[in-house]
T-cell receptor, first 120, second 112 residues
C-alpha cells in the first residue's frame, strides 16, 4: 500500500514570497490533516479536512495560510506571504473514517515525510 | 484533551527492553492513550493505543495503570532503528475529531 506522498521535500524561499505544498493521501482515506512542526517541538495541527470539507482550522493563521482539498483527494497548503517564523517542517497525514462506537478511537493517522521549509 | 508529561530523553542498550513512562494524571474516562514515534527526517508513525487494558502488538506493549493516571510503553528488544522521539498522546474518541496534540516527547537513543 502506498503511503502519504508529499512534495517538494525541501523548499527555500525569501520572506514575503509565496510557497505551496502538495499532499496525496492514502487511497480511500477520507480525513486529511496538515501539521506544522517547528524544530525541537512536536507537530501542531493547522487544518483538518473530512473529504473536501474543513472540520477544524482553528490553528491556521488565515491571514497568510490557506489550504484546499479538491474532490476530496489531494490537498495543497499555501503560505502567502511567508515570514521567517514559518520556517518548519509541514507534515500531511491521512486517516480512515471509522463510524462505529468506540472504534472511532482506532483512527490511526499515517504521515508523509514532510516538506522542510526555510524562509530566509 | 488531557495533558501528558514525559521525560525529555533517555538512553537504552541495544537488545534490552526500553520502558518509556508517561504521566496523564488528568485523563478522563473516555480518553485513550496513544503512542507515536518519529524517526529523524520522517513523519510520525503510530505504535499502539489503549483505553484501560494492557495492549500488545508487533511493535510494543502498552501498560496502563489501574487508575489510568500513567502508562508505560515497552519496546521489548530495542534496536538501533528504534532511536526516535516518542510521543505519548491522550485523546478523546469523538467522531470527526481525531486531531493529535503532540507534546515535546521523549528522545530515545539506543546505544550499541
Amino acid at each position: 500500500e502506498a503511503g502519504v506522498a508529499q512534495s517538494p521535500r525541501y523548499k527555500i524561499i525569501e520572506k514575503r514570497q509565496s510557497v505551496a505544498f502538495w499532499c496525496n493521501p492514502i487511497s480511500g482515506h477520507a480525513t486529511l490533516y496538515w501539521y506544522q512542526q517547528i524544530l525541537g517541538q512536536g507537530p501542531k495541527l493547522l487544518i483538518q479536512f473530512q473529504n473536501n470539507g474543513v472540520v477544524d482550522d482553528s490553528q491556521l493563521p488565515k491571514d497568510r495560510f490557506s489550504a484546499e482539498r479538491l474532490k476530496g483527494v489531494d490537498s495543497t497548503l499555501k503560505i502567502q506571504p511567508a515570514k521567517l517564523e514559518d520556517s518548519a517542517v509541514y507534515l500531511c497525514a491521512s486517516s480512515l473514517e471509522v463510524r462505529t462506537g468506540g472504534a472511532g478511537a482506532k483512527n490511526i493517522q499515517y504521515f508523509g515525510a514532510g516538506t522542510r521549509l526555510s524562509v530566509l | 484533551d488531557a495533558k501528558t508529561t514525559q521525560p525529555p530523553s533517555m538512553d537504552c542498550a541495544e537488545g534490552r527492553a526500553a520502558n518509556l513512562p508517561c504521566n496523564h494524571s488528568t485523563i478522563s474516562g473516555n480518553e485513550y492513550v496513544y503512542w507515536y514515534r518519529q524517526i529523524h527526517s520522517q513523519g510520525p508513525q503510530y505504535i499502539i493505543h489503549g483505553l484501560k487494558n494492557n495492549e500488545t502488538n508487533e511493535m510494543a506493549s502498552l501498560i496502563i495503570t489501574e487508575d489510568r493516571k500513567s502508562s508505560t510503553l515497552i519496546l521489548p528488544h530495542a534496536t538501533l532503528r528504534d532511536t526516535a522521539v516518542y510521543y505519548c498522546i491522550v485523546r478523546v474518541a469523538r467522531s470527526n475529531d481525531y486531531k493529535l496534540s503532540f507534546g515535546a516527547g521523549t528522545t530515545v537513543t539506543v546505544r550499541a
